[in-house]
């Protein structure tokens, strides 16, 4: 089992979650969170440019069974990236390995309660 | 006193058409009670434009709160401008072109009326301001029926060409002394503060853009769930408020008139709220806020005409009724599956088509006896009738011209936001900020 954390942008957040759910997906979580990588935008105040420190990024984690890493990853990655060859915002995904998953409501652990 | 109210509103719009001799320069005196009141339902009118940016605000997603607000705030900017500079005129001045508007040069970004006071005894500045307001609002509803989905740019040059092409002549229609509404069967068609003018012809062109615009991306699969109802339970209340300037201030005077308005409207609205709230209990098994504030709006729309000519007893059906059609109007548009994002026809519509016709069985007898005494032989199914003709006219109208101005306005400017813009949201899209700003450590 694999946790698969995916920082992406606020606007393409119906763009991933509709492929996701297309490529059968649907168990997910989503959080606002702020942050600071490589990207810098521009907002504007009463005519002035301002420059947020932490920007707002959509944070979306889904917990998988080994054999749906890939097909989340490519589905996250097709469908977060804007312009043909992505451009420096469209954010990052990590994967890390996922020791136990429990459903509360019946106890059951492992692959089957994902 | 239904006499006086009427000789107080014919000899305010005989001032319209240049009777001149009537003006303050020569005596009429200011009559400073019904000035203060005017002044204050003037104020009271203008309270509802933010009430309605929080009504609507609250209901959309997050990614649009300041872009739907932002489309009754710059109502308020570009429909003032135009009042001033043409709007009054067309209004209320002489029949022009065949009656479809007036005009009358000196209300041309109202140079001649620096110093008029009205014959009601009010200066004819407090007079145009206040119907400004009205003027405001009323394209400001329409922004319901597409929220969340069409470009700042095309809405504003909407509402500019739409206030001028049809709110203007409609106004004139049915307010001006030489409309053709206002002189039509007995005693006029019955529209006391905007039932046609305003919620209809509002209604109908929300209905009709939203219709040619097609839905929002995702409608009505995806659940489309209010970021903020706070905010609109809050705006709702400041409708309700400002609303008794909206049809207590349309008595265009302070006295029984008014008083009869005001609690017309305040029947209206609560047995209105009441209604919804049970309905939906029963249907639904809950009594929800948005329903409470749905019944508010339903009962305060369908009062709008009527409040002038019913009794509380009268009010409080038409709130009743009102609710219950609004009601069944918005299951009948969750079938028919168009998307008219935030009710504008089904409440405003419906609502105000509604208290337009119902109101007729509510009139109180001493207007039906001024009604026989004029004409002879007055029913209220000639009443009715009248009242049929002129919801039909507005309906009509208001579709029509919407129509024709949305297909041109689209051939400039695109009207529907891109898919991109629409995904984005319109905060970021069109006004480059971000509406809760708390949400994210920033």
Known sequence: MKLITAIIREVQLDKVREALIEADIKRITVSRVSGHGQQRIEEMYRGQIIVPDLIPKIKIEIAV???????????????????ENGSVGDGKIFISPLEECIRIRTGERGGTAI | MKKRWKRILLSLTFLFVGFTGLYASDGVKIDTGATAWMLTSTALVLLMVPGLAMFYGGLVRSKNVLGTIMHSFV???????????VGYSMSFGKNVLGGWFGWNPDYFFLKGIDTKVMDAGIPEYV???????????????????FAERVSFKAYCFFIAIWSILVYNPLCHWVWASDGFLFNLGARGAIDFAGGTVVHISAG??????????????????????????????????LLWVGWFGFNAGSSVSSGLSTAQ??????????????????????????????????????????????AGVVQPYGAMTLGIAASIICYMAIQVKNKLGYDDSLDAFG?????????????????RPSWMQEAVAAKGVWTIWNQLAVQALAVGIAISYAA?????????LNKFVKFKATEDDEMAGLDRAYHGERGYGMLNPS
Not at chain 2, 210 to 236: D, E, F
């Open chain 2, 204 to 237: 109908v062109s929300g209905l009709v853009a939203a219709i040619y615009l097609g839905s929002r991306r995702g409608y009505p699969y995806q659940v489309i769930r209010p970021n903020n109802l706070v905010i609109t339970m809050l705006g709702a209340g």
């Open chain 2, 75 to 85: 109502a308020m900017g570009i429909i003032s401008v135009i009042w001033v500079i």
């Open chain 2, 261 to 306: 308005a005001l609690t017309a409207t305040q029947a209206a609205a609560a047995s209105g709220a009441l209604a919804w709230v049970i309905i939906e209990s029963f249907h639904q098994g809950k009594a929800t806020a948005l329903g409470f504030a749905s019944g508010i709006l339903a009962g305060l729309v369908a009062v709008t005409p009527a």
């Open chain 1, 65 to 83: 069974n080994d054999a749906f890493v890939d097909i989340t990853v490519d589905t996250i990655l097709r469908a977060a990236r804007t312009n």
């Open chain 2, 400 to 408: 029509i011209m919407t129509f024709i101005i949305i297909v041109v």
């Open chain 2, 127 to 145: 007079f145009s301001m206040f119907q400004g307001k009205f003027a405001i609002i009323t394209p400001a509803l329409i922004a319901g029926a």
């Open chain 2, 347 to 363: 409440i405003h519509g419906v609502g105000g088509i509604s208290g337009a016709l119902l109101l007729t069985f509510f009139i």
